[in-house]
């Protein structure tokens, strides 16, 4: 007979579902890393953090990100000597607060690079789309200008543009738009040529579905993973193009500011305020780096070829 008192029995059977419970936790704990690597769980929390950044930047920011202060100009971070917690960032050459500006940048990169992206996108997959329908002349005609845009370097076209039409905020991130649509083009011919080959297309066309039933409804849902993987590709390249041509004084024009246009004012400074561009850097090392990791986990994931 088992000499255990029932108060021996509640314990062992309490330790038991204790015991249980951690390694039901530590298996769960396991199951998350092994679908999200701890990299690309840092990834994603740096790009929800830059998005509600970017929308709560009208709440976030300590200061409207013009106003000027000449009697505090160039005060330095609170992390270095003589910094204060009046301007945690520090100020700039104006006496505006970095961290204002730097909120306020992020969200008008991000935004421009979202834009720009689906822009690329849209255009990208609609060239894509009519050369795998129409083939012949069309798909050949699409075709060059895709070789045409690819062989051409985007920055000495966008500097032209730029300078010949005059800059505004519209007509810059439209211009953005169109980098890198040629390689969200190619893939979407191709997809939609072999999406056609397959037996539901062909299925569909029978019942006498129209082309825009038939790619809009049953295609472009089943390539929408690489496209998607391909637009997290786009994504930090204009972040880095808005950047560099903001750098040049050709993007984003004051009073508004931008990543890159903090970094071309900061370049003056860079020996004695070097503060005034670390931070941006800063973020768009980190924002391109977080999206690339996120895109090459998601092709990874999504992309059948490499299953």
Request: glycine fraction near 8%.
């Amino acid at each position: 007979m088992d000499a255990r008192t029932p108060e021996d029995l509640l314990r062992k059977t309490e330790t038991e579902a204790r015991t249980g419970a951690v390694v039901s936790a530590k298996g769960r704990l396991a199951h998350v890393f092994e679908r999200f690597p701890p990299v690309v769980i840092l990834a994603l929390a740096w790009i929800a953090l830059m998005a509600l950044t970017a929308l709560l930047a009208d709440v976030l920011q300590p200061y409207d990100f013009k106003a000027l202060d000449l009697r505090g100009r160039l005060n330095p971070p609170v992390f270095m000597t003589g910094g204060s917690w009046r301007h945690l960032l520090g100020s700039d050459e104006l006496g505006r607060d970095v961290l204002a500006r730097l909120i306020v940048s992020i969200r008008l990169s991000l935004s421009l690079a979202f834009m720009a992206t689906i822009i690329s996108a849209v255009l990208g997959v609609t060239l894509g789309f009519l050369a795998a329908y129409f083939r012949g002349r069309i798909e050949q005609l699409i075709l060059m200008i895709v070789d045409a845009q690819a062989s051409m370097p985007f920055m000495i076209i966008a500097l032209a543009v730029l300078a010949f039409f005059g800059n505004s905020l519209v007509l810059f991130t439209v211009l953005m738009g169109f980098h890198g649509w040629e390689r969200i083009a190619r893939i979407a011919r191709g997809l939609a040529i072999a999406a056609n080959e397959h037996g539901y297309a062909t299925a569909v066309r029978d019942l006498g579905a129209s082309p825009w039933r038939i790619y809009g409804r049953h295609i472009l849902p089943n390539i929408a993973s690489t496209l998607i993987v391909s637009m997290t590709l786009t994504f930090p390249e204009v972040i880095l193009l808005e950047s560099g041509l903001s750098f040049l004084g050709l993007g984003v024009q004051p009073p508004l500011t931008s990543l890159g246009n903090m970094v071309g004012y900061g370049r003056e400074y860079i020996q004695t305020a070097p503060w005034i561009l670390i931070a941006p850097c800063s973020v768009i090392v980190l924002t391109t780096l977080s999206v690339s990791i996120l895109g090459d986990w998601l092709r990874d994931r999504l992309d059948p070829t490499l299953k």
